[in-house]
C-alpha cells in the first residue's frame, strides 16, 4: 500500500504559478511511476503528466505541454508539479497517483491515488 498526500493547491489569478507536492509514505517509492491527474465538475477525468520511476521519463498532456512540469525527489519520496501560466481551464482538483511500473503513459491505470488538492484559476 502506498499513501499519497497532495498539497500546495488553492486561488490564483490567470498567468500566475502554482507548485503542487504530493508527499508519499508506506512502500518503496521508487518502484513506483508517478502521474498528476486532474478532474473539474462535469468533466471527465484527465491525466496530466506522469514521470518514471527514475525521473528520466516524462510525458504530458497537450493541453499543459510547455507550462506545467512534474519531478520527482526520490530522497525526498515527493512529487511535484509545477504549473505556469496557469488558465481558467486549467481549475480542477488534481491528484497524484503512483503505479507500480518503471514508467507509464497518459493512459495507463493507477493502483493508487490521493485525496487531492483543489486548484482555481481566476479570470
Known amino acids: 500500500q502506498v499513501q499519497l498526500v497532495e498539497s500546495g493547491g488553492g486561488l490564483v489569478q490567470a498567468g500566475g504559478s502554482l507548485r503542487l507536492s504530493c508527499a508519499a509514505s508506506g512502500r518503496t517509492f521508487t518502484n513506483y511511476a508517478l502521474g498528476w491527474f486532474r478532474q473539474a465538475p462535469g468533466k471527465e477525468r484527465e491525466s496530466v503528466a506522469t514521470i518514471s520511476r527514475s525521473g528520466g521519463i516524462t510525458n504530458y498532456a497537450n493541453s499543459v505541454k510547455g507550462r506545467f512540469t512534474i519531478s520527482r525527489d526520490n530522497a525526498k519520496n515527493t512529487l511535484y508539479l509545477q504549473m505556469n501560466s496557469l488558465r481558467p481551464e486549467d481549475t480542477a482538483v488534481y491528484y497524484c497517483?503512483?503505479?507500480?511500473?518503471?514508467?507509464?503513459?497518459?493512459?495507463?491505470?493507477?493502483?493508487?491515488w490521493g485525496q487531492g488538492t483543489q486548484v482555481t484559476v481566476s479570470s
Open positions: 497517483a503512483a503505479r507500480y511500473s518503471q514508467s507509464m503513459t497518459l493512459s495507463s491505470r493507477y493502483d493508487y
